[in-house]
């Protein structure tokens, strides 16, 4: 068989013809004739072709309604009635329904008005059907009421995150929250451009802030420098409010020290304390919810840096009726946190 200006026609072959193929012949640029719409799937038997069509047919959620109401009011004028429609509406609806399904659903030659078989199938789903369109919906629609509340944490509190998000939860049922942890400083930034509405700062005020009280520090770490070395002390090396008081408490008390390569985070600072590399100063109460950090011996460092202040801070355009729900949460957060009062 020739491919050039030639066609193979399988209509002999759909239709029940002859197997072998046959070749239509057409003149070079002449125009080629539509070709039919094909089959979803065109399959071959032995000598014999069969065409399988696979139609999609999709229900209406609204000719169930109607189809429903039909059936419950035992009638199409009373259906009409029932849905604010004229009665042709009905017809029509149910009309195309029965399109859909391919088969009567009534029995309209016989009083009262009686279902099929085929009637009774549909009537079996319908109501199902109905009440999973109304279930994704009322569900998608309390979804998207919900308000989106975006709060900042220091990470030095993020122990209490859990805590703060179930008092969220209590104070406003239908807030969603989204959280932000980080130092208060990267914190402070995200408030200022409007990218979180209220955050729990350490140490780092802003222009509408208010003082939840004072965090208590001490100095934690087991380092052992050799007899005449500087003690080494980690330090986070972004901007940090409690890295700055470290470094003026220890120039006030002019201590011999040195600093570890610099920690990216708070998380990195920590793990240096407890691998036993050095010292820093943490929430008094750290070692309560990490056992593997262990207080520095007395007298290593001196005193302990002098508390540093706790903010509430809002962002300019924070909107009004959350600000009360921010601070119950703060209040339950900061619970268990060694705070003095402002």
Same mark, same amino acid.
């Given at each position: ?12 072959? *759909? ?89 009567? *659903? ?20 319908? !109501? ?26 220091? $990470? ?59 965090? !208590? ?42 600093? $570890? ?82």
């Amino acid at each position: 068989m020739k491919a050039s200006a030639s066609g193979v026609d399988l209509s002999g072959c *759909l239709a029940g013809g002859p197997s072998t193929p046959r070749t239509i012949t057409r003149t070079p640029n002449a125009p080629i004739p539509p070709t039919p719409a094909a089959p979803s799937t065109v399959t071959t038997t032995g000598t014999r072709c069969e065409t399988v069509l696979i139609l999609q047919r999709d229900i209406e959620v609204k000719l169930l309604r109607t189809f429903i109401a039909v059936v419950d009011e035992n009638g199409f004028a009373r259906a009409a009635q029932a849905l604010h429609v004229t009665q042709p509406t009905v017809s029509q609806q149910i009309k195309r329904l029965e399109t859909i399904v391919q088969a009567p *659903l009534f029995q309209r030659t016989k009083r009262p008005l009686q279902l099929t078989p085929a009637g009774r199938e549909v009537m079996a789903h319908a !109501r199902r059907v109905i009440l999973l369109n109304n279930e994704v919906l009322s569900k998608i629609s309390a979804f998207s009421s919900q308000e989106l509340f975006s709060m900042g944490c220091s $990470v030095h509190f993020a122990d209490g995150l859990r805590t703060m998000l179930a008092q969220l939860a209590v104070e406003r049922p239908r807030l969603r929250c989204a959280m932000a942890t980080g130092l208060s400083a990267v914190l402070a930034d995200k408030l200022a451009q409007g990218e979180l509405e209220a955050a729990i700062l350490l140490g780092t005020q802003t222009p509408r802030s208010e003082i939840l009280g004072r965090l !208590r520090l001490a100095w934690f770490g087991q380092a052992l420098p050799a007899p005449g070395e500087r003690l080494p002390v980690a330090l986070v090396s972004e901007r940090s409010a409690l890295s700055d008081r470290i470094i003026e408490t220890l120039a006030e008390r002019d201590v011999a020290w040195h600093s $570890v390569p610099r920690c990216s985070d708070p998380l990195a600072v920590r793990a240096s304390i407890q691998a036993g590399l050095a010292y820093t100063a943490l929430p008094a109460n750290a070692h309560h919810n990490h056992p593997s950090l262990r207080p520095a011996p007395l007298g290593a460092l001196g005193p302990a840096p002098e508390p540093l202040p706790v903010y509430l801070a809002f962002s300019p355009s924070v909107r009004e009726p959350v600000v009360d729900a921010a601070r119950a949460a703060a209040r339950a957060m900061l619970k268990d946190v060694p705070l003095s009062p402002p």
